[in-house]
């Protein structure tokens, strides 16, 4: 069975600092993995992926990914923070085949602060 | 172009009645899915559909019925609502070639 973990339920930044939301998996096999923001009262907005390739994945709003195979971590990062960046993240892991279909994690309350 | 569309967006109903959730698409994506959010346990798919006609259980299953007659609609029916059913919905869509899914914006249903 494929697990995702996201040990924080809130982090918090100030504006204009670094920011990163942890993200671990198991999986069997080779992971495909997914970050995702959910603004309130809305849906899921696809961010980022990892599938194969370079290790750093670039995405939306200025979000990159860093795949670490050895720690089985998919930690979402921001090198500037943004008050506009608060929001609920959803880290998520398939194993590709018929359907990609996902498991998330349960989720992580990002709030940027002035 | 909506993409993905679902209604009601918001549903107050009784212990033991019959609930349909409405999930529509206009990209004529292969696969959709329902899933439902809970605090605390993130997003758990509820069923899956590869193309018209093909179903499949996904983690969370039971008390729920699907269908798929047209490649574009995915209902969800709850057959005897049960206030463990209180929850937000979401229907999603994904395409053959790309990994990524597509979120509508949710119902949340109330089951008292």
């Known amino acids: 069975a494929q697990s995702v973990a996201q040990p924080e339920d809130q982090v918090n930044v100030a504006e204009g600092n670094p920011l990163t939301v942890k993200c671990t998996y198991s999986v069997s096999g080779n992971p495909y993995l997914f970050w995702y923001v959910q603004y309130p009262n809305r849906g899921l907005q696809f961010l980022l992926k990892?599938?194969?390739?370079?290790?750093l994945v670039k995405g939306s709003y200025g979000f990159e990914a860093e795949f670490n195979k050895s720690q089985t971590s998919f930690h979402l990062k921001k090198p500037s923070a943004l008050v506009s960046d608060s929001a609920l993240y959803f880290c998520?892991?398939?194993?590709?085949?018929?359907?990609?279909?996902?498991?998330f994690g349960t989720g992580t309350q990002l709030k940027v602060e002035l | 172009d909506a993409g993905i569309t679902q209604s009601p967006r918001y549903k107050i109903t009784e212990t033991g009645r019959q609930v349909t959730l409405m999930c529509h698409q206009t990209w004529s994506h292969s696969y959709m899915f329902w899933y439902r959010q809970d605090l605390g346990h993130g997003l758990r798919l509820i069923y899956y559909?590869?193309?018209?006609?093909?179903?499949d259980k996904g983690e969370v299953p039971d008390g729920y019925v699907v269908s798929r007659s047209k490649t574009e609609n995915f209902p969800l029916t709850l057959e005897s609502a049960t206030r463990s059913q209180t929850s937000v919905y979401f229907c999603a869509t994904a395409g053959m070639v790309s990994y990524e899914q597509y979120f509508g914006p949710g119902t949340r249903l109330t089951v008292t």
């Open positions: 998520a892991v398939s194993t590709g085949g018929g359907g990609n279909k996902l498991t």
């Open positions: 559909s590869a193309a018209a006609d093909i179903t």
């Open positions: 990892y599938i194969t390739g370079d290790n």
